[in-house]
């Protein structure tokens, strides 16, 4: 069965409380070679098909309407 | 002038939402064509909702000075003298246009804002309150809503630590697509360490803490002040991300830099982030302010001075400083994880001067920008005009008629969205960290103690805005007195107010009226009751496609327990076998009601009356009843009338790990069967007291002036109410085991959201 | 005895718990997370709250504090430590105490009075209960949802390291008394040696009638008898 791997993360330019957050940790542990972290989501989707294109459009309008927050996320995905 | 440069054109005045000859004004302040930067402040300061403009004149006529009051409206958050060493910092807020378009962070942003108005003050915040106002829970984008909203007041109190300790939250239609969000912050300050906003001492430096600047939320100061339409909620920059930890540190952070004195005055970056806090603070101290854009830490690259100056990013705050404290505030903020940015300092002239690479990019006074008194300052002296709706909004008693069943009416007023309980809501919510609620969610009031002091704050936050809709004044005025009266009903004695006034579109001269009627309800209110009003915010435009919210004016209460043996009451039944009493009068009214509502489906008048004499003798009998440790239990009589109050008076103590307790009740009476079982008759609560209590209580009433009436006995497993109408033997009405009314109460909202 | 509260960034119960020991009529300092020794008290406590917003996950930034190494030390020399709430949820990312933390089964934070059965009453912070006591004391979490396989569990009981059971007012425990999922209704255990007792509940506001409960108050009274025979 197709599996979709889902990364959501985000948008540019959007705080990242925990990214920033994990930075600084990070900074203080002694790793001085941290330039950015950013924390985001990533899901995992088995599903039923063989038509690609099929799959990824319908994997593109869950992400729209549910596994992202399309006001303050973006996602990327691939299709296995 | 810099290289973002941007040559005024006539449509980036009118993308600016300038109206009337607001820009002949600039034009004339300036003596010049204004900078683009110029032009953004001028535009994020005069929108409405850092203006004010078409409120401020009604605002002012509020009472705002008495004996309990420190500090009045102007300020981040009001102040009033708890008769202790510490004084009691509040303010409420809105948040709803945020919240409407991202309910969790646009709630969770709510909070962080209102902390930090009432910390910025010096004082440790020690409670927060909510008011909700939703579409009908039945929908699925109510109960997208619901879930987002709460779940963010959550997320932010929780993890500062701060209580959410009472609140409200209604579902009506007319709030479908613009929910409402209010949000009520307490804390306590030493009153000889209270911080001001305000910037003073040529040559200090002006520091930044907090958060980075982001591109969010750019022109939000205007996009509150815009209606919710498909194409705004594209506007996506517009959403801020909360960030609940920062807020602690900042929090902290603020608390130890005042307590060592090393604030000259400080103030959040809230709407208008950096633009509103420099000129305010400059405009309180008489001074101006040097603003080095280049030093403002920044989330992106390549944003310019204007995106800078306009950005809403949260948790920041600008402070300014004793030249050469620097290093001592540094110390402080680095002890919690923060930096000090010197970004600027206190200049002699008046102005905000900005500078980007050097150069300058703005140069503007700062009094006609923030003062509402100046000739050139924006003023929208509208005059209401009385609604068309209202010419036929009042229902003839005599056209309803009363449902036979009567018990089966109030099976589904128990059960109905506005009475049925809200636990699911409170219970989100850390309500006890501080360890200093006394009185928890589900009753009137909330009641925290001061410890080691004889003092306690009892609290709510109330409005019924189906009043405000069908009688602006009456709604006005029911507002304060409901918040009042649920406040004595825990034996407090009310000592000020802030509001939140929310509404529709001013530029409307029908909603202009519901705003003029109501805030003279409000001010006849709060000036009988004798509790000013400390500030508050306006929130305009609460509107959609399908038409305006109803006018709904949200009070938040606070009231004083003052008494060494710190005696309270809560609203559920104590004891077996205590009497049950009726304070006020029925009266035959059952407009505007929640049993119209629901039974009859109509949303019709009349308002009940508001007589301010009867409501001061139902407050006072109540405070020196319990005082005197007569009244037991004090529960205001409100959405669905009396057959309620009596149910919740039963079963709510479970609620605060207090047994259920029935009730056996006999009211002889001269009114229509459903007004006296249902009706919202004002100035009135069902009390209990032993039965050795019952003639030191009428003693009270009758020194108050106030009627009283014994109907029954607290006792057994069910719920029985029997009326006699005049001489008539009595008839059983309802009859119903508690458990089962409890089921109902427990499950009316909770099905829908689980 | 002289009880010392950790305090890391996002701390919220720090206040309170001081209030607790006071109330108990015993010495309390804060002492800051960055602190080099904890040498010089006699019991620690790891108060609740949203240590460094609970990002990436509750305790998981905390553990990492310099004042982790010396609470380490402390508790090896069998002191007794407690951690509360999110306190609980650092021990066990320290390896203090065995075991995960959950979401709870609800995915909503939740804050209301539970009620708790003592399992052991012979552990420092439990010999003033009788065994089976039902104490009534408050939640207020979203990650109390104590998880650990089918062998650490057989471990716990065989080492009587199971503290506190959600039950009902009755003592009755099952899946309805459970608020958040935890496995075996657990609510707090100890390390092997007892000294150390992680417990989601917060002891710290059921102090007085007024607040609701004073059934936090034999955790202190323990810890504080404990530590006069010790």
């Known amino acids: ?80 | 002038m810099g290289k973002y440069d941007i040559e005024i054109t006539k449509k980036i005045i009118a993308e600016h939402g300038f109206k009337d000859n607001e820009y002949e004004n600039i034009l004339k302040i300036m003596g010049r064509v204004p900078t683009y930067v110029e032009l953004g402040i001028f535009s994020a300061m005069w929108s409405e909702h850092c203006s004010y403009k078409h409120s401020k004149h009604l605002l002012k006529k509020f009472p705002t000075k008495g004996k309990y009051i420190l500090q009045g409206p102007g300020e981040n958050a009001g102040i009033v003298d708890s008769g202790t060493k510490m004084a009691v910092a509040f303010k409420i807020e809105s948040h709803n246009h945020p919240s409407a378009v991202e309910p969790f962070q646009g709630a969770a942003t709510g909070i962080g804002g209102i902390l930090r108005d009432v910390f910025t003050m010096g004082a440790r915040p020690i409670a927060c309150l909510d008011s909700l106002r939703f579409g009908n829970i039945k929908t699925k984008k109510t109960q997208h809503l619901f879930a987002g909203v709460v779940d963010g007041i959550g997320a932010y109190g929780n993890c500062v630590g701060i209580p959410t300790i009472a609140g409200e939250t209604i579902f009506e239609d007319v709030y479908e697509d613009n929910c409402l969000v209010n949000a009520m912050a307490i804390g306590l300050v030493d009153k000889n360490k209270i911080a001001k906003g305000i910037a003073k001492g040529v040559g200090n430096p002006v520091i930044y803490i907090g958060s980075t600047t982001g591109r969010d939320g750019i022109h939000g100061a205007t996009f509150a002040s815009v209606e919710l339409t498909e194409a705004t909620k594209e506007k996506r920059s517009s959403v801020q991300v909360a960030d609940p930890f920062m807020e602690k540190l900042l929090l902290e952070a603020t608390l130890e830099l005042i307590e060592k004195k090393l604030v000259v005055g400080i103030q959040d970056m809230g709407a208008a982030g950096l633009t509103s806090s420099s000129t305010e603070m400059s405009y309180r101290g008489g001074v101006g302010m040097e603003i080095d854009i280049d030093k403002v830490p920044k989330r992106e690259k390549g944003m310019n001075a204007y995106e800078v100056m306009l950005s809403e990013s949260q948790e920041r705050m600008l402070m300014v400083a004793t030249k050469g404290k620097e290093k001592a505030v540094e110390k402080v903020l680095t002890k919690w994880g923060l930096h000090a940015v010197v970004i600027g300092k206190v200049i002699k002239k008046q102005n905000v001067v900005i500078k980007e690479g050097g150069k300058i990019v703005a140069d503007m006074p700062v009094e006609p920008v923030t003062d509402s008194n100046h000739k050139l300052f924006p003023r929208k002296n509208q005059i209401g005009v009385k609604p068309k709706y209202l010419k036929d909004i009042n229902i003839k008693n005599a056209d309803i008629k009363t449902p036979e069943n009567l018990e089966a009416t109030f099976k589904t007023l128990v059960a109905s969205q506005n009475i049925a309980c809200k636990n699911m809501v409170w219970e989100e919510y850390d309500h006890m960290v501080q360890t200093n609620t006394i009185v928890l969610p589900g009753s009137d009031a909330a009641v925290i103690d001061m410890k080691g002091t004889d003092v306690m704050i009892a609290t709510s936050v109330d409005c019924n805005g189906r009043y405000t809709y069908l009688d602006p004044f009456r709604g006005g005025a029911i507002a304060v007195c409901e918040s009042a009266r649920n406040v004595a009903c825990s034996g407090a004695e009310p000592a000020a107010l802030t509001n939140c006034l929310n509404y529709g579109s001013p530029e409307n001269k029908e909603i202009f009226w519901q705003f003029e009627q109501s805030l003279a309800g409000m001010r006849l209110a709060a000036k009988a009751l004798k509790t000013p009003v400390t500030g508050g915010n306006v929130s305009f435009y609460n509107e959609s496609p399908s038409g305006p919210i109803y006018p709904t004016p949200v009070i938040g209460m606070i009231g004083f327990i003052k008494d060494k043996k710190k005696r309270y009451a809560t609203q559920f039944f104590k004891t077996a076998g205590d009497r049950i009493v009726l304070l006020g009068k029925n009266k035959d009214e059952i407009g505007a009601s929640e049993y119209l509502k629901v039974i009859h489906g109509l949303i019709k008048g009349p308002v009940p009356e508001i007589e301010m004499k009867e409501e001061i003798a139902l407050q006072k009998t109540l405070r020196e009843g319990i005082k005197k440790g007569i009244i037991k239990s004090a529960h205001d009589i409100s959405d669905g009338g009396l057959s309620i109050a009596l149910a919740e008076s039963c079963i709510s103590g479970k609620l605060h790990g207090k047994k259920i307790l029935g009730a056996y009740v006999e009211v002889r009476h001269a009114i229509r069967e459903d007004s006296l079982l249902f009706g919202e008759t004002q100035s009135r609560a069902i009390v209990s007291v032993s039965e050795d209590k019952l003639e030191a209580l009428k003693k009270i009433a009758d020194k108050h002036n106030l009627t009283i009436m014994e109907i029954g006995k607290v006792g057994g497993d069910s719920l029985i109410i029997k009326t006699a109408k005049e001489k008539m033997p009595y008839v059983e009405k309802i009859n119903m085991k508690l458990l089962e009314i409890e089921n109902l109460w427990m499950n009316g909202v909770k099905q829908y959201v689980g | 005895m002289k009880f010392g509260i950790i305090v890391f960034p996002g701390s919220n119960c720090d206040r309170d718990c001081l209030w607790a020991v006071e109330e108990m009529k015993q010495k309390g300092e804060f002492v800051w997370h960055d602190s080099k020794s904890v040498a010089n008290y006699d019991a620690l406590i790891l108060p609740g709250g949203f240590s460094y917003g609970d990002y990436l996950r509750s305790g998981a930034i905390a553990r990492f504090a310099r004042v982790m190494d010396s609470v380490k030390t402390f508790a090896d020399k069998g002191k007794p430590v407690i951690g509360i709430c999110n306190g609980f949820q650092i021990l066990l990312e320290a390896g203090l105490l065995p075991g995960a933390m959950l979401t709870n089964k609800t995915l909503k934070f939740i804050c209301k009075y539970v009620n708790l059965s003592v399992e052991n009453n012979t552990s420092p912070f439990t010999n003033k209960c009788e065994k089976g006591q039902i104490l009534r004391v408050p939640i207020a979490h979203k990650e109390g949802n104590y998880f650990c396989d089918d062998t650490l569990l057989e471990t716990l009981l065989a080492n009587k390291q199971v503290a506190f059971r959600y039950c009902d007012e009755k003592g009755k425990i099952n899946a309805e008394t459970n608020p958040n999922g935890a496995v075996y209704n657990i609510a707090g255990i100890t390390n092997k040696k007892g000294n150390v007792l992680g417990l989601m509940p917060h002891p710290e506001r059921a102090m007085k009638e007024t607040l609701g409960s004073t059934d936090g108050k034999i955790i202190f009274e323990s810890v504080i008898s404990y530590l006069k025979k010790r």
């Open chain 1, 1 to 80: 069965m197709p599996k979709a791997k889902i990364y959501v993360t985000f948008k540019d330019g959007v705080l990242d409380p925990q990214g920033t957050t994990v930075k600084r940790a990070l900074d203080k542990m002694g790793y001085k070679n941290i330039e950015e972290v950013m924390i985001g989501k990533y899901i995992e989707v088995q599903i039923k098909g063989t038509d690609k294109k099929q799959i990824e459009k319908e994997i593109d309008e869950i992400c729209d309407k549910l596994l992202a927050n399309p006001n303050i996320e973006k996602y990327t995905f691939k299709v296995e």
